[in-house]
């Protein structure tokens, strides 16, 4: 496939979204990211075209795709389990129907080739210590349920990347993040140590070592990076972790070491819809994709995401 000039970011103003643009930029990319707000800051966009909408306004989309898309990378999506829990018909109208409005107009206009922004939630409770493309998809809530009924609905051009746990911040410094409503451990921890808030530990009687939960983190800019390799890749599905993970409690220690402030823990019940242990192969990725992660060392991650509370 040859290089790629124009492509549309849905959910570009947010975490993960206006990393993968702002790679695209310096990798020369023309870049429209359309973007409703509810989570995202058009501030952390550095460049390229900005458009405030929503997923749901055909007409709107009608409109971008006239630009001559040639790729669709979509972020735009609910992504708190907790949330999809108690509210699974919220989060089967923004992360399904409006992602198939998506789908149908990228169609009409003949752009086959769909980033996919997935999950590992789609897996269920593993079956294995190191989760492979192959494991059984069984999600244990609707947030995976409802990335998994938009892969089996993707063309065979798409590829969907299966993130396991995202982290870290941007290690240059230009973008600098402040999670409004962070559903991810380590910015939910950092922010309550700038607000003054103690961290509430979902479960301590886990399956596992300590008794909490073990995710794998990734850097943002591994899996930004992942993402422009994907560009000019064949269709797939491929998971993006570190293959080690980290329990509640490890990364608690790390951001006391890092930061050097005492995280004040309060014992809460369950979530529901948590599986105890989460860690991926992502060896598929780095075989067919070439993808090379460096920044593999939690305390990277929590060290890069602590700099950007502080600088903002």
Not at 298 to 303: D, G
């Amino acid at each position: 496939m040859s290089k790629i000039s124009s492509i549309l970011v849905t959910g570009g103003a947010g975490f993960i979204g206006s990393y993968v643009t702002k790679l695209l930029l310096e990798k020369g990319y023309h870049t429209i990211v359309l973007d409703n707000l509810s989570k995202g800051k058009k501030e952390h966009l550095l460049g390229g075209e900005f458009i405030e909408g929503d997923l749901a306004d055909r007409s709107l989309l009608n409109k971008i795709f006239k630009n001559k898309i040639e790729a669709v990378l979509h972020f735009a999506a609910f992504t708190d389990v907790g949330q999809s829990v108690s509210e699974p018909e919220l989060y089967h109208e923004n992360n399904v129907e409006k992602t198939r409005i998506l789908l149908e107009e990228a169609k009409k206009q003949g752009v086959s080739r769909f980033i996919f922004s997935s999950s590992a939630a789609v897996y269920g409770n593993p079956l294995q210590d190191l989760i492979t493309e192959d494991h059984p998809t069984s999600p244990i809530n609707p947030y995976g349920a409802t990335k998994l009924t938009i892969e089996k609905e993707l063309g065979p051009d798409a590829v969907s990347l299966r993130y396991f746990n995202a982290a870290g911040g941007d290690p240059e410094g230009k973008l600098l993040y402040r999670h409004q409503r962070p559903t991810n451990l380590i910015p939910i921890i950092l922010q309550g140590l700038m607000e003054n808030r103690p961290f509430t530990l979902f479960g301590k009687d886990y399956p596992t070592p300590d008794g909490t939960c073990v995710r794998d983190y990734i850097h943002i800019h591994d899996l930004a990076s992942a993402h422009v390799l994907a560009l000019i890749s064949k269709g797939g599905v491929y998971n993006l972790g570190n293959g080690r993970g980290y329990s509640v409690l490890e990364v608690v220690s790390a951001v006391e070491k890092i930061t050097g402030i005492k995280v004040n823990l309060q014992q809460g019940p369950r979530r529901a819809g948590d599986p105890p242990y989460l860690v991926a192969s992502s060896a598929k990725a780095k075989k067919e994709l070439g993808w090379k992660p460096i920044y593999s060392s939690l305390e990277e991650m929590v060290e890069h995401a602590w700099k950007g509370y502080q600088q903002n």
